[in-house]
Protein backbone atom coordinates (compact mmCIF):
# COMPACT_ATOMS: atom_id res chain seq x y z
CA UNK A 1 0.00 0.00 0.00
CA UNK A 2 1.33 3.34 -1.20
CA UNK A 3 0.20 6.45 0.07
CA UNK A 4 0.28 10.35 -1.49
CA UNK A 5 0.46 13.20 0.30
CA UNK A 6 1.59 16.85 0.17
CA UNK A 7 2.53 19.62 2.50
CA UNK A 8 0.78 22.71 0.97
CA UNK A 9 3.50 25.49 1.43
CA UNK A 10 5.35 27.74 -0.24
CA UNK A 11 8.82 27.83 -0.94
CA UNK A 12 9.39 30.23 2.27
CA UNK A 13 6.90 28.57 4.29
CA UNK A 14 9.47 25.55 5.68
CA UNK A 15 12.04 28.10 7.10
CA UNK A 16 11.79 26.88 10.22
CA UNK A 17 15.07 28.00 11.70
CA UNK A 18 14.77 31.88 11.53
CA UNK A 19 11.13 31.88 13.57
CA UNK A 20 10.67 35.03 10.84
CA UNK A 21 6.60 34.24 9.74
CA UNK A 22 6.62 37.72 7.38
CA UNK A 23 5.50 35.46 4.68
CA UNK A 24 3.75 37.93 2.80
CA UNK A 25 6.95 39.74 2.03
CA UNK A 26 7.68 36.80 -0.55
CA UNK A 27 7.81 35.76 -4.15
CA UNK A 28 4.30 33.61 -4.15
CA UNK A 29 4.84 31.01 -6.35
CA UNK A 30 2.67 28.48 -4.85
CA UNK A 31 0.25 28.22 -8.09
CA UNK A 32 1.99 27.43 -10.89
CA UNK A 33 4.22 24.69 -8.34
CA UNK A 34 0.39 23.33 -7.05
CA UNK A 35 -0.99 23.56 -10.89
CA UNK A 36 1.69 21.06 -12.15
CA UNK A 37 0.71 18.82 -9.83
CA UNK A 38 -2.59 18.52 -9.76
CA UNK A 39 -2.46 17.77 -13.30
CA UNK A 40 -0.43 15.24 -13.74
CA UNK A 41 -2.57 13.96 -10.81
CA UNK A 42 -5.66 14.44 -13.35
CA UNK A 43 -3.73 12.50 -16.44
CA UNK A 44 -2.84 9.55 -14.08
CA UNK A 45 -6.26 9.79 -11.80
CA UNK A 46 -4.98 9.82 -8.95
CA UNK A 47 -6.62 11.04 -5.75
CA UNK A 48 -3.94 12.33 -2.69
CA UNK A 49 -4.41 13.90 0.31
CA UNK A 50 -3.17 17.51 0.69
CA UNK A 51 -1.70 18.56 3.87
CA UNK A 52 -2.69 22.29 3.81
CA UNK A 53 -1.64 25.24 5.79
CA UNK A 54 -4.05 27.71 7.44
CA UNK A 55 -2.03 30.71 6.54
CA UNK A 56 -2.26 29.38 2.95
CA UNK A 57 -6.02 28.63 3.29
CA UNK A 58 -6.28 32.73 4.31
CA UNK A 59 -4.51 34.92 1.95
CA UNK A 60 -4.39 32.34 -1.09
CA UNK A 61 -7.91 30.00 -0.78
CA UNK A 62 -8.55 29.89 -4.48
CA UNK A 63 -5.25 27.33 -4.23
CA UNK A 64 -6.96 25.30 -1.58
CA UNK A 65 -10.61 25.38 -3.00
CA UNK A 66 -8.95 24.17 -6.17
CA UNK A 67 -7.31 21.33 -4.57
CA UNK A 68 -10.48 20.35 -3.13
CA UNK A 69 -12.70 20.67 -5.96
CA UNK A 70 -11.11 18.66 -7.91
CA UNK A 71 -12.01 15.45 -5.60
CA UNK A 72 -8.38 15.41 -3.44
CA UNK A 73 -9.00 14.70 0.46
CA UNK A 74 -7.79 17.90 1.98
CA UNK A 75 -5.80 17.95 5.34
CA UNK A 76 -4.44 20.18 7.97
CA UNK A 77 -0.74 21.31 8.38
CA UNK A 78 -0.71 24.03 11.00
CA UNK A 79 -1.22 27.57 10.90
CA UNK A 80 2.06 28.91 9.86
CA UNK A 81 4.56 25.99 9.85
CA UNK A 82 5.57 26.23 13.70
CA UNK A 83 7.53 23.67 15.03
CA UNK A 84 5.09 21.96 17.47
CA UNK A 85 7.88 21.67 19.94
CA UNK A 86 8.00 25.08 20.07
CA UNK A 87 4.13 25.72 21.01
CA UNK A 88 2.98 25.00 24.94
CA UNK A 89 -0.89 22.83 24.50
CA UNK A 90 -2.46 26.07 24.76
CA UNK A 91 -0.75 27.38 21.87
CA UNK A 92 -0.52 24.73 19.91
CA UNK A 93 -4.15 24.62 20.13
CA UNK A 94 -5.04 27.90 19.54
CA UNK A 95 -2.82 27.80 16.19
CA UNK A 96 -4.54 24.42 15.09
CA UNK A 97 -7.62 25.67 15.88
CA UNK A 98 -7.10 28.82 13.98
CA UNK A 99 -5.80 26.63 10.98
CA UNK A 100 -8.81 24.27 10.75
CA UNK A 101 -11.27 27.11 10.69
CA UNK A 102 -9.45 28.35 7.70
CA UNK A 103 -9.41 25.36 5.58
CA UNK A 104 -12.99 24.92 6.51
CA UNK A 105 -13.85 28.14 5.48
CA UNK A 106 -12.58 27.73 2.44
CA UNK A 107 -13.75 24.04 1.42
CA UNK A 108 -17.20 24.16 2.95
CA UNK A 109 -16.80 21.17 4.73
CA UNK A 110 -15.09 19.51 7.94
CA UNK A 111 -11.39 18.26 7.87
CA UNK A 112 -10.28 15.06 8.91
CA UNK A 113 -6.14 14.53 8.65
CA UNK A 114 -3.46 16.53 10.45
CA UNK A 115 0.43 16.35 9.95
CA UNK A 116 2.68 18.53 12.49
CA UNK A 117 4.89 21.13 10.78
CA UNK A 118 8.14 18.72 10.26
CA UNK A 119 6.91 15.88 11.93
CA UNK A 120 7.21 17.78 15.34
CA UNK A 121 5.51 15.30 17.76
CA UNK A 122 7.85 13.73 20.14
CA UNK A 123 7.71 12.13 23.28
CA UNK A 124 8.06 15.53 24.97
CA UNK A 125 4.66 17.12 23.80
CA UNK A 126 2.41 13.92 23.02
CA UNK A 127 -0.31 16.58 24.22
CA UNK A 128 -0.60 17.13 20.35
CA UNK A 129 -2.28 13.76 19.72
CA UNK A 130 -4.98 15.27 22.20
CA UNK A 131 -5.57 18.03 20.88
CA UNK A 132 -6.24 16.57 17.61
CA UNK A 133 -8.35 13.98 18.95
CA UNK A 134 -10.59 16.74 20.85
CA UNK A 135 -10.71 18.78 17.35
CA UNK A 136 -11.86 15.90 15.89
CA UNK A 137 -9.25 14.30 14.02
CA UNK A 138 -9.51 10.80 12.56
CA UNK A 139 -6.16 10.51 11.62
CA UNK A 140 -2.50 11.43 12.17
CA UNK A 141 0.72 11.26 10.08
CA UNK A 142 3.16 13.02 12.66
CA UNK A 143 4.82 10.14 13.71
CA UNK A 144 8.30 9.70 12.10
CA UNK A 145 9.97 6.70 13.59
CA UNK A 146 13.43 7.32 13.17
CA UNK A 147 15.82 10.39 13.87
CA UNK A 148 15.11 13.98 12.94
CA UNK A 149 16.83 16.85 13.52
CA UNK A 150 13.26 18.94 14.45
CA UNK A 151 11.58 15.40 15.69
CA UNK A 152 11.21 12.10 15.41
CA UNK A 153 9.95 9.07 17.36
CA UNK A 154 12.41 6.23 16.80
CA UNK A 155 11.05 4.78 20.40
CA UNK A 156 7.51 4.51 19.50
CA UNK A 157 7.76 1.49 17.27
CA UNK A 158 5.40 3.16 14.78
CA UNK A 159 5.85 1.72 11.20
CA UNK A 160 3.00 1.13 9.81
CA UNK A 161 -0.81 2.94 9.91
CA UNK A 162 -1.29 2.27 13.81
CA UNK A 163 -3.90 2.78 16.23
CA UNK A 164 -1.89 5.24 18.97
CA UNK A 165 -3.57 5.69 22.24
CA UNK A 166 -2.39 8.24 24.39
CA UNK A 167 -4.33 9.82 27.70
CA UNK A 168 -7.41 7.47 27.02
CA UNK A 169 -7.68 9.04 23.21
CA UNK A 170 -7.34 6.63 19.93
CA UNK A 171 -6.38 7.99 16.51
CA UNK A 172 -4.87 6.21 13.39
CA UNK A 173 -1.80 6.90 12.94
CA UNK A 174 -0.09 6.80 9.11
CA UNK A 175 3.19 7.04 9.81
CA UNK A 176 6.57 8.29 7.64
CA UNK A 177 8.11 4.21 7.03
CA UNK A 178 11.96 4.19 7.01
CA UNK A 179 13.71 1.03 5.14
CA UNK A 180 15.56 -0.97 7.35
CA UNK A 181 19.00 -1.75 5.74
CA UNK A 182 22.47 -2.74 7.95
CA UNK A 183 20.37 -1.48 11.01
CA UNK A 184 20.18 2.33 10.28
CA UNK A 185 16.28 3.37 9.16
CA UNK A 186 16.26 4.96 5.95
CA UNK A 187 13.77 7.41 5.27
CA UNK A 188 13.38 7.29 0.96
CA UNK A 189 9.82 8.44 0.06
CA UNK A 190 9.28 11.81 0.37
CA UNK A 191 10.98 15.44 0.78
CA UNK A 192 14.70 15.85 1.02
CA UNK A 193 14.98 12.42 1.10
CA UNK A 194 13.69 11.74 -2.36
CA UNK A 195 15.17 14.79 -4.13
CA UNK A 196 18.77 13.37 -3.03
CA UNK A 197 18.45 9.38 -3.20
CA UNK A 198 18.70 7.85 -6.92
CA UNK A 199 15.69 6.44 -8.53
CA UNK A 200 17.21 3.12 -8.50
CA UNK A 201 16.89 3.01 -4.71
CA UNK A 202 13.82 4.85 -4.01
CA UNK A 203 12.30 1.72 -6.56
CA UNK A 204 14.16 -0.83 -4.67
CA UNK A 205 12.99 0.08 -1.45
CA UNK A 206 9.60 1.13 -2.31
CA UNK A 207 9.53 -2.31 -4.04
CA UNK A 208 10.49 -4.48 -0.63
CA UNK A 209 7.90 -2.61 1.58
CA UNK A 210 4.41 -3.15 2.02
CA UNK A 211 3.51 -0.28 3.31
CA UNK A 212 5.37 3.76 1.83
CA UNK A 213 3.91 7.07 3.01
CA UNK A 214 4.72 9.55 0.20
CA UNK A 215 5.35 12.85 0.75
CA UNK A 216 5.64 16.02 -1.21
CA UNK A 217 5.71 19.72 -1.40
CA UNK A 218 5.17 22.17 -4.24
CA UNK A 219 8.58 23.07 -3.54
CA UNK A 220 10.12 19.94 -4.36
CA UNK A 221 9.71 20.25 -7.92
CA UNK A 222 10.85 23.94 -8.29
CA UNK A 223 13.89 24.45 -9.47
CA UNK A 224 13.57 28.39 -10.09
CA UNK A 225 13.13 29.38 -6.35
CA UNK A 226 14.60 31.66 -4.83
CA UNK A 227 17.71 31.16 -2.47
CA UNK A 228 17.48 31.26 1.38
CA UNK A 229 20.77 32.55 1.31
CA UNK A 230 20.67 33.55 4.89
CA UNK A 231 20.47 30.25 6.06
CA UNK A 232 23.21 27.69 7.20
CA UNK A 233 25.14 26.16 3.85
CA UNK A 234 23.89 22.96 4.65
CA UNK A 235 20.25 24.12 5.03
CA UNK A 236 20.40 25.42 1.43
CA UNK A 237 22.31 22.79 0.25
CA UNK A 238 19.10 20.65 1.16
CA UNK A 239 16.87 22.94 0.08
CA UNK A 240 18.12 22.63 -2.91
CA UNK A 241 19.73 19.17 -3.71
CA UNK A 242 17.41 17.19 -6.95
CA UNK A 243 15.29 20.19 -7.78
CA UNK A 244 15.86 19.79 -11.59
CA UNK A 245 15.31 16.34 -11.72
CA UNK A 246 12.41 16.02 -9.21
CA UNK A 247 9.76 16.23 -11.24
CA UNK A 248 10.44 13.52 -13.55
CA UNK A 249 11.50 11.31 -10.69
CA UNK A 250 8.43 11.97 -9.15
CA UNK A 251 6.54 11.26 -12.39
CA UNK A 252 8.33 7.93 -12.93
CA UNK A 253 7.28 7.15 -9.21
CA UNK A 254 3.85 7.25 -9.72
CA UNK A 255 3.96 5.64 -12.87
CA UNK A 256 5.87 3.10 -11.51
CA UNK A 257 3.87 2.48 -8.71
CA UNK A 258 -0.18 2.44 -7.53
CA UNK A 259 -0.93 5.36 -5.00
CA UNK A 260 -3.90 6.16 -3.01
CA UNK A 261 -5.00 8.90 -0.68
CA UNK A 262 -5.47 8.28 3.27
CA UNK A 263 -9.15 8.37 2.97
CA UNK A 264 -8.93 5.35 0.05
CA UNK A 265 -6.11 3.41 2.47
CA UNK A 266 -8.40 3.41 6.00
CA UNK A 267 -10.82 1.38 3.40
CA UNK A 268 -8.37 -0.86 2.42
CA UNK A 269 -6.72 -1.46 6.03
CA UNK A 270 -8.24 -4.45 8.47
CA UNK A 271 -8.04 -2.28 11.47
CA UNK A 272 -9.06 -5.36 13.56
CA UNK A 273 -5.25 -6.53 12.83
CA UNK A 274 -3.71 -3.18 13.84
CA UNK A 275 -1.13 -2.83 16.57
CA UNK A 276 -2.13 -0.75 19.02
CA UNK A 277 1.03 1.44 20.48
CA UNK A 278 0.52 3.00 23.45
CA UNK A 279 2.27 6.38 24.18
Not at 15 to 41: A, K, M, P, Q
Not at 194 to 214: D, E
Amino acid sequence: MNILTFDIEDWYCHDIITGDLNWSRHETRIYTDVDRILDFLDEQNLKGTFMCLGWIAEHHPSIIKKISDKGHQIGCHSYQHELATNLNEKEFKDNLVKAKDCIENVIGKAINTFRAPAFSVTTSNLYVLDIICELGFKYDCSIFPAKRLYGGMPESGCSQPSFIKHNGYLIKEFPVNPHVFLGNHIIFSGGGYFRLLPYWIIKLFTTKSNYVMGYFHPSDFDPNQPKMKYLPIYQQWKNSVGLKSSFNKFKKYLSDFEFINIEQADIKIDWNKAKTIIL
